[in-house]
């Protein structure tokens, strides 16, 4: 380790020990947090049903062309496992159904099977990751006119409820070949373009097709199920039958996780703030982190205030274990290593933030209300030498620091990603 950055982290430790902070207990707790890494974004959602698979409906949208993108399950696993090697923590990798070994086959979304995704258990198991999977409810024919799980189709239904069971089945196989639970995310693209007259059909319809999915159960020790909720999507601006009130009501009565996406609320909500809520009803939660500008644009994350307040809420209450962080963007306009690489050092970051803040005496001042002390005091935070740890915290993982990644992104890029047609 580079002596500079060693002193300043020890002029910044005996800062923060004079405020109350143990550094190293920090750096300890931040190790032990893992994050899901998405698959999606080195591909632009994609996947690789077919040799020129490409994301269609579902009301999201990828944009931009950006040179080097992944076309083959080597060159994403090529290409995540640069990315490990510029964030520093020991970190999980999230898989959706579209991603698998298919051989060159066609094979359906109700017939995939766990010997699929056999090369991913392998390369988990050789880089020390643990997996989690998402079943695909989109770019497929059975999907084009907005509707899967509610469908008015019994057989559109069928093969949908079908194809979760699957994902759920391939879900607990990661679970049990990486002694990890993985947890299945599930997240629907149904609704309307325009005015709905009847909502409530649909929903009861969405109900029963959950229960049939979740009739099969599976321990939890293998394999834990989220449900996801969305505001809205191209296509569906007028009605969305898995709105957060519905998959909440599911969730919260039928001891299933609840997804929350920074990029699912009303852009003037505060989604950190659903956190102490939610909590105090279900024992977990998957959160969903992304960057909404105008709407579910899923931008890469940066350590933006709707981060960082995130971030606290984990962190002041203790809930490092109740609530499992997951990245959701995809940006095709640039680099998509470096897209990964900033999100995710993003995300830590704004956690590091977090537990660095006295969060004792700002409690105290507010208990005893002197809110002008809980206001000096959080603003004070704010200039709190967070650089000098964070720079500590990535050389001791062996991993660029701060002003030192990005060579390494466009150096891969040149010498890896250039060379992709």
Not at 6 to 30: C, P, Y
Not at 67 to 82: F, S, V, Y
Not at 110 to 121: G, L
Not at 333 to 339: D, Y
Request: aromatic share 12%; with cysteine.
């Amino acid at each position: 380790m580079k002596k500079g950055i060693e002193d300043k982290f020890n002029a910044a430790k005996d800062f923060f020990a004079s405020v109350g902070i143990d550094t190293d207990a920090t750096l300890r707790r931040l190790s032990n947090i893992s994050i899901s890494v998405h698959c999606w974004q080195g591909d632009d959602v994609g996947g690789f049903e077919t040799p020129d698979s490409v994301l269609s409906g579902g009301g999201i949208q990828v944009t931009g062309n950006y040179p080097g993108k992944a076309r083959n399950i080597q060159e994403l696993q090529q290409d995540m496992e640069k990315v490990f090697t510029l964030v520093p923590g020991k970190h999980r990798y999230n898989l959706h159904a579209i991603y698998g070994d298919f051989g060159g086959q066609r094979i359906d979304r109700d017939e995939i099977e766990p010997k699929h995704f056999e090369v991913w258990v392998d390369w988990a198991k050789k880089n020390g990751l643990k997996l989690d999977f998402n079943a695909t409810c989109f770019s497929h024919p059975k999907a084009d006119d907005g509707f899967t799980l509610s469908s008015y189709s019994k057989e559109i239904r069928d093969f949908w409820i079908e194809h979760v069971k699957h994902a759920r089945r391939i879900a607990a196989y990661f679970g049990h070949e990486l002694n990890s639970p993985s947890i299945h995310n599930l997240w629907i693209p149904d609704g309307s373009k325009d005015i709905r007259f009847d909502k409530w059909t649909p929903r009861e319809i969405l109900k029963e097709s959950l229960d049939e999915i979740y009739s099969e159960k599976i321990s939890p020790s293998l394999m834990k199920d989220a449900m996801e909720s969305k505001l809205f999507g191209i296509g569906s601006e007028s009605f969305v039958v898995g709105s957060h009130e519905f998959y909440l009501g599911y969730a919260l009565t039928h001891n299933k996780m609840i997804c929350l996406d920074m990029g699912h609320f009303h852009l003037t909500e505060n989604v950190g703030d659903k956190i102490s809520a939610i909590l105090q009803f279900t024992n977990e939660l998957l959160f969903h982190v992304s960057r909404p500008v105008r709407w579910d644009s899923d931008h890469v994350t940066i350590l933006n205030d709707e981060l960082k307040d995130f971030a606290s809420q984990i962190v002041r209450y203790q809930l490092d274990n109740r609530i499992n962080i997951a990245l959701d963007f995809f940006d095709a306009s640039i680099n998509r290593i470096g897209a990964y690489v900033l999100g995710i050092r993003s995300v830590l970051k704004a956690l590091l933030i977090a537990m660095l803040e006295p969060a004792e005496k700002i409690k105290q001042a507010e208990i005893e209300g002197d809110y002008l002390r809980r206001l000096a005091l959080m603003e004070e935070t704010k200039l709190y030498p967070v650089g000098a740890v964070w720079d500590y915290y990535c050389a001791l993982n062996d991993t660029p620091v701060e002003k030192d990644w990005l060579t390494d992104v466009y150096a891969y890029e040149k010498e890896v990603l250039s060379k992709r047609n």
